[in-house]
């Protein structure tokens, strides 16, 4: 990849800006002086800089119990179906005094806050409960949170889940009674257990990590032993198009010829009223390419 690489550049520029106002002073003034100062975020790519700033998809509503510590996110399928989340993410406090070394970089973008990728596949998840009824479900680069893989958890029925990200730290996040650990992508590693369906939410903007998530999916993904649709095996990716990332890394997918890919754009009519509304109410804010999230769903060829 070239060192001048755009999207690069702007995944670099955004852990920078990021870190400068975690790490500055709580004034206000004193946080927008730094940001228009910062001299290495050049205009031109911070256009580019991967930030939540549009208000989500309407999913969830969020109750804070305390604010120094906790966040509760209530989700509601209007269906008479509510299903209460308990989310910790790390202190504003801890952030500042450890984020030079502990949250910044790739195996991090997950702590910082909950994506909108990762919402809607907790959503897509339980809108279709049925694919992972009995089923061992894995979800690679959960983050801290792991909000998908904690919804099959609750809602979906799944005989196990096990929830999974690089940062050797995840563990202590996840307080629930399932089976939670580091797990590094390398295509170099031997991964020897199996999940029925594997989920994953906005893990391909780094095209760097595209051959080593493909090598894992490979590995851990079950290969049915029969043409009963019950037996299949999935993999279920979401993730918006952030350039031609998720592009790159359904054409490496497809390039081995071991997977029936299909993508989905218009999944949900709840989610796409929403993108829509999204379009025309918050220009300026709302970027298609880098907010709204696409369902790529994976089975073996057979």
């Not at 946080?31 to 911070?46: F, Q, R, V």
């Not at 299949?232 to 198009?241: G, K, N």
Request: glycine share 4%; net charge neutral; charged share 25%.
């Amino acid at each position: 990849m070239n060192s001048r690489d755009p999207k690069k550049i702007a995944a670099q520029s955004r852990w920078k800006l990021l870190q400068s106002v975690i790490l500055s002073s709580s004034n206000t003034q004193n946080k927008k002086n730094l940001i228009n100062s910062t001299s290495d975020i050049n205009d031109i790519y911070t256009s580019q800089i991967s930030q939540r700033k549009h208000r989500g998809f309407n999913l969830f509503s969020l109750q804070k119990k305390d604010l120094t510590s906790e966040e509760w996110f209530t989700y509601d399928l209007h269906d008479h179906l509510t299903l209460n989340v308990r989310i910790k993410i790390p202190k504003a406090i801890d952030l500042k005094t450890s984020f030079a070394s502990e949250y910044s970089g790739f195996l991090n973008t997950g702590n910082i806050c909950i994506w909108p990728a990762e919402e809607v596949l907790g959503y897509y998840c339980m809108k279709n409960e049925k694919l992972f009824r009995n089923k061992n479900v894995c979800e690679l680069g959960g983050g801290m949170c792991a909000l998908a893989g904690l919804i099959v958890a609750a809602k979906c029925h799944p005989q196990s889940v096990t929830l999974t990200d690089g940062n050797p730290n995840c563990d202590l996040f996840f307080d629930v009674d399932i089976c939670s650990m580091q797990m590094l992508w390398n295509k170099n590693t031997v991964y020897d257990t199996k999940y029925d369906i594997v989920i994953c939410a906005d893990c391909t903007f780094d095209k760097e990590t595209h051959h080593h998530l493909l090598h894992v999916v490979r590995s851990i993904l079950k290969k049915p032993t029969s043409n009963d649709k019950s037996d299949e095996s999935l993999f279920i990716l979401c993730a918006p198009h952030r350039g031609d990332s998720l592009q790159a890394f359904i054409t490496l997918l497809e390039s081995i010829n071991e997977f029936r890919v299909e993508l989905l754009v218009k999944y949900d009519d709840k989610i796409w009223q929403c993108h829509e509304r999204s379009l025309k109410e918050e220009q300026g804010y709302y970027d298609k390419d880098i907010h709204y999230p696409l369902i790529m769903c994976a089975s073996w060829n057979l």
